[in-house]
């Protein structure tokens, strides 16, 4: 790494050098009766070409983006209420963006050509034109601010939720910690118990006040089950660094603050299996699975066990660079029906934080009691933390 650095300063440092001898010649044009440094028509001529050689480049580039990366966006089919207004917003800016840059570039590159230097030609010049600058000034500013108010009142829409509207909401905690996501829900009462990172210990990793009366029917899960067509209401919280909880999917994104909580809402609207089958997702899974297919050929020729076929499933990722394995910290997320959603509660309401705290510590007895039988005959005189609290005493 050093070495690579070393190099990068010498080559620029030899770049400098030139440039800088380029500059003294330029400097003593006139004086020289040589001049084959200065632009002369033909060099001008040259350079305006090329001007259009490039803007050729960039459509082109454009083009073939496009062409082999344009089915990779998630544009339609979002999975939860607000994701259409998300893909609207989303959309307009791209077309936007899209038309100006290609008109400007054409422009830009046109004019470079057309008053590239010619011999003897000198610039027009004005110091300013009030009219060329209102125009280039009150265009923009209105694209733009229509754009920014459609963009805050969106933003709005999806991020104000008042929780006291949505009585029949699910709270369910989103808990990210290096590299891992956790989702605790809030059982039978509807509310989720306090929690602090203070409280972490043992199996409870997410630090959740036992004394709390809410906390008693609280209980975790490693797969995010969510029915559709409920408001559900996320409280993220973060053990160590920033993370960011990203559901593409329902076009969903929040930053997990250590700290703090930080919320998000939606409704989903598209069940796991309903999903599936969108025909944009068929053909999906199908590129993925021939992909996947032409390399377990190569593996199984090496000897080595097939790749697995994929199945669709809504997931939960980190959207933050946190850490060495930030690139697998994930969870799966699965829309079920109601009916569905009220099955896998009532198998896994049971595994409450509390429940699995008082059997960690059955457990940890079990395994001390044996060792204690065993040097019963020296254990009094061992203890000596009681000796040291009577001297203190
Ligand atoms: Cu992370």
Redesign the pocket.
């Known amino acids: 790494m050093t070495t690579l650095l070393v190099l990068i300063v010498v080559v620029l440092l030899a770049v400098a050098l030139w440039q800088l001898t380029k500059i003294f010649d330029l400097t003593q044009v006139g004086k020289n009766v040589n001049n084959t440094q200065v632009a002369n028509d033909n060099d001008n001529n040259i350079n305006g070409y090329l001007m259009f050689a490039f803007l050729c480049f960039i459509y082109l580039t454009t083009i073939w983006c496009l062409v082999y990366y344009g089915h990779f966006p998630l544009i339609g089919d979002s999975a939860s209420a607000h994701g259409p207004e998300i893909d609207n917003l989303m959309v307009i800016s791209m077309v936007l963006i899209f038309v100006v840059q290609t008109i400007t570039q054409a422009l830009l590159h046109y004019f470079a050509f057309k008053y590239r230097g010619r011999e003897g030609q000198t610039a027009l010049y004005f110091s300013d034109s009030n009219r060329l600058e209102f125009i280039w000034s009150i265009i923009p500013a209105i694209v733009l601010a229509v754009l920014i108010l459609y963009g805050l009142y969106a933003w709005t829409n999806i991020m104000f939720v008042d929780e006291k509207e949505h009585k029949d909401a699910i709270v369910i905690e989103l808990y ?1 910690q ?2 891992k996501w956790e989702a605790r829900y809030s059982g039978a009462d509807d509310v989720l118990g306090k929690a602090n990172v203070r409280y972490i210990e043992g199996v409870n990793n997410l630090g959740v006040d036992l004394s709390d009366p809410n906390a008693q029917d609280d209980f975790t899960s490693s797969e995010l089950h969510i029915p559709k067509g409920t408001r559900i209401i996320f409280k993220m919280r973060s053990q160590d ?1 920033l ?2 909880a990203y559901m593409p999917h329902f076009r969903a994104q929040m930053n997990c603050v250590p700290g703090m909580v930080t919320n998000f809402s939606f409704i989903p609207t598209l069940t796991t299996a309903e999903m599936r089958e969108k025909p944009a997702m068929v053909e999906k899974v199908a590129n993925i699975n021939d992909i996947r297919a032409k390399k377990s050929q190569a593996l199984i020729a090496k000897g080595e066990p097939a790749l697995e076929p994929y199945t669709f499933d809504y997931l939960l990722l ?1 959207n ?1 660079i ?2 060495a394995s ?1 690139y697998n ?1 994930q969870m799966k997320v699965v829309v079920d029906t109601p009916e569905e959603y009220a099955a896998w509660l009532k198998e896994n309401a049971p595994k409450t934080i509390v429940q699995a705290v008082k059997n960690a510590a059955a457990e940890a007895k079990a395994a001390e009691t044996p060792a204690q039988m065993k040097d019963t005959s020296s254990t009094k005189s061992k203890d000596t933390t009681v000796v040291a609290q009577a001297e203190v005493k």
Request: with cysteine.
């Open positions: 990210a290096q590299f660094v993370h960011s980190c933050k946190c850490g930030h910290m």
